[in-house]
């Protein structure tokens, strides 16, 4: 008989999720949407906080469609709502992505007539339909909307993509009619075209269904929403080691940081590898009950090193708090709050 292998010790890094701020979030995306709905994208493990944590707040909050990009996130969705509910955006590029599609029933997003030609050949069925109007990555080309490849497809939801609903533009204008269009020409169910910015540009881009993502989690893409989003996301580290160190003396690789003065300075559990990247080291603190602990020196992959000054009284296993507030322009170090999501490495994620 083998004894059972020991559980890990805890982890030295949190991440908390705040399942009330989520579920806030996506009830006044939704309510935004006006005569629509809002659904979610929850491609990239959820923007980085995790499948398992973040669908079922969703779904519980009344969501009823979900967005991913690749088949590959697909499984980890329908663990937790009906696959039907689930829309793959990057759409059928294979024979064999058409059979996961009818095997696991997931919902294909066809971006081109091969695409729709290839759904087709398969067997055809529901699918989503994305139109470019402008932004030029995923979907059919206006000039092929009357093709017989696309008369032939069970178009549920007609969509396109917003390229610049963060700014004021006329273009967001031109997209939405673009957008109206190619409703009179293509047979559909429901029109979508609103991402999270796009929820606030108001009503007459909402359509049947918006697809907010960035804001679900507690980004402000416009300040239209500075007042409607809650943060979601909470980053703890543990303090592992305090030293002092002297005038002179430098800390981390390349000595960026010299001691002009006698410093305690401690070495804290998150890297680079966590998603916390050097690009964000110059200029930002970690925190302990409001009190600023400045980065000092580069970030490492599995630490960084900071300033006690300001608090004296820490010792290693204290928790400190990392900064994630992605809603803040100042924490981000010009890194978009997307980014600043979906790089959370995979340490912050385990229990």
Not at 230 to 236: D, N, Y
């Amino acid at each position: 008989m083998t004894d059972a292998p020991l559980p890990p010790p805890p982890a030295t890094l949190r991440l908390t999720v705040d399942r009330d701020a989520l579920a806030a979030n996506w009830r006044a995306l939704d309510a935004l949407s006006g005569a629509g709905r809002a659904g979610a994208a929850v491609k990239a493990d959820c923007y980085g906080l995790g499948v398992d944590p973040c669908v079922p707040v969703l779904r519980d909050a009344g969501c009823t469609d979900f967005f991913v990009a690749h088949w590959s996130e697909v499984a980890p969705v329908i663990a937790h709502v009906p696959a039907a509910q689930v829309a793959v955006l990057h759409g059928v590029l294979s024979e064999a992505e058409c059979a996961y599609a009818r095997a696991t029933g997931a919902v294909p997003v066809i971006n081109s007539l091969d695409q729709a030609r290839r759904w087709s050949a398969s067997g055809g069925g529901r699918c989503h339909l994305m139109v470019d109007t402008g932004i030029n990555r995923l979907g059919i080309a206006l000039a092929e909307m009357g093709d017989p490849a696309i008369a032939a497809l069970d178009v549920d939801i007609l969509m396109s993509h917003l390229a610049s609903a963060d700014e004021r533009t006329a273009m967001n204008r031109m997209q939405a009619e673009l957008l109206r269009e190619a409703a009179d020409t293509i047979a559909h169910r429901r029109l979508s075209l609103a991402n999270s910015a796009g929820v606030a540009l108001g009503e007459s881009f909402a359509f049947d269904l918006t697809r907010p993502g960035l804001a679900l989690y507690g980004g402000v893409p416009r300040e239209e929403l500075a007042d409607v989003i809650r943060p979601v996301v909470r980053v703890e580290a543990c303090l592992m080691q305090t030293r002092q160190i002297a005038p002179g003396e430098g800390v981390g690789y390349n000595a960026t940081f010299i001691a002009n003065t006698h410093m305690r300075v401690g070495t804290v559990s998150i890297g680079y590898a966590d998603g916390f990247l050097r690009a964000r080291g110059p200029g930002n603190a970690l925190s302990h009950q409001g009190r600023a602990l400045p980065i000092l020196g580069k970030v490492s992959m599995d630490m960084v090193v900071v300033d006690l000054a300001a608090a004296p009284d820490l010792a290693p296993g204290d928790w400190l708090e990392v900064p994630w507030d992605i809603a803040s322009a100042a924490q981000q170090s010009a890194l978009s709050p997307y980014e600043m999501l979906t790089v959370i490495g995979q340490r912050l994620r385990l229990p």
